[in-house]
Every structure is written in structure tokens, then in C-alpha cells.
């Protein structure tokens, strides 16, 4: 069992960079998949980087391939999003998410643990 806790949000123009990170207490933190969810208002909570176990395997959605990057720690448990070239369709709360496994889901369903967010907030 873990327990995610983001950190990094905050309020950037556009264009700029943001590295959210995300320390996972509990034990075995490298057999979890690790995903960064964002849910905007009025919009439904999307997938938009998801990492395997070892970091071999991520995930993108189109609309962030490019620009942000997911990567791990497994000595620190924690998991990063660095996020660079922001827009403001990338405002939204963003959540950090694990559960165990091999492969790497993205489906918000797949995933057990999550942290409460942290919110992003880019200005045009």
C-alpha cells in the first residue's frame, strides 16, 4: 500500500515549466505503475503520462507528447512530471496515481492509490 503526495502546482504563463513530483510512502515502490491523471471543470479526469515499474515503459497523451516528460525514482519513491512549452488547456488539478503492476494502465479504473492533487494554473 501506498499513499501519494503531490507537490509542485502553482500558477505559470504560458510557455513556461513546471516539475510536479509525487512521494509515495509504503513499501515496494518499484512494483507500481505510476500515472499523472489532470481533471479540468467541467471536464473528465484524462491520463496524461503513465510510467512502468522499471521506467522502461511510459505513456503519453497526444496533447502533452512533446512536452512533458514522466520519470521515477524508485530509491526516493517518488515520480515526476516535468512539464515545459505550457498552455492554458493545461489548467486543471493534476493527480498522482499508482497501483501494482507490470503493465502500464491508463485508465483512471486501473489504479488504486491516489493523492488528493495539486492545482496547475497557466495564464495567457
Known amino acids: 500500500q501506498v499513499q501519494p503526495i503531490e507537490s509542485g502546482g502553482g500558477l505559470v504563463q504560458a510557455g513556461g515549466s513546471l516539475k510536479l513530483s509525487c512521494a509515495a510512502s509504503g513499501r515496494s515502490f518499484s512494483r507500481y505503475a505510476l500515472a499523472w491523471f489532470r481533471q479540468a471543470p467541467g471536464k473528465e479526469r484524462e491520463c496524461v503520462a503513465a510510467?512502468?515499474?522499471?521506467?522502461?515503459?511510459?505513456f503519453y497523451a497526444d496533447s502533452v507528447k512533446g512536452r512533458f516528460t514522466i520519470s521515477r525514482d524508485n530509491a526516493k519513491n517518488t515520480v515526476y512530471l516535468q512539464m515545459n512549452s505550457l498552455k492554458p488547456e493545461d489548467t486543471a488539478d493534476y493527480y498522482c496515481?499508482?497501483?501494482?503492476?507490470?503493465?502500464?494502465?491508463?485508465?483512471?479504473?486501473?489504479?488504486?492509490?491516489w493523492g488528493q492533487g495539486t492545482q496547475v494554473t497557466v495564464s495567457s
Open positions: 510510467i512502468g515499474w522499471s521506467g522502461g515503459s511510459t
Open positions: 496515481a499508482a497501483t501494482v503492476s507490470f503493465k502500464v494502465p491508463v485508465r483512471s479504473y486501473d489504479y488504486t492509490y
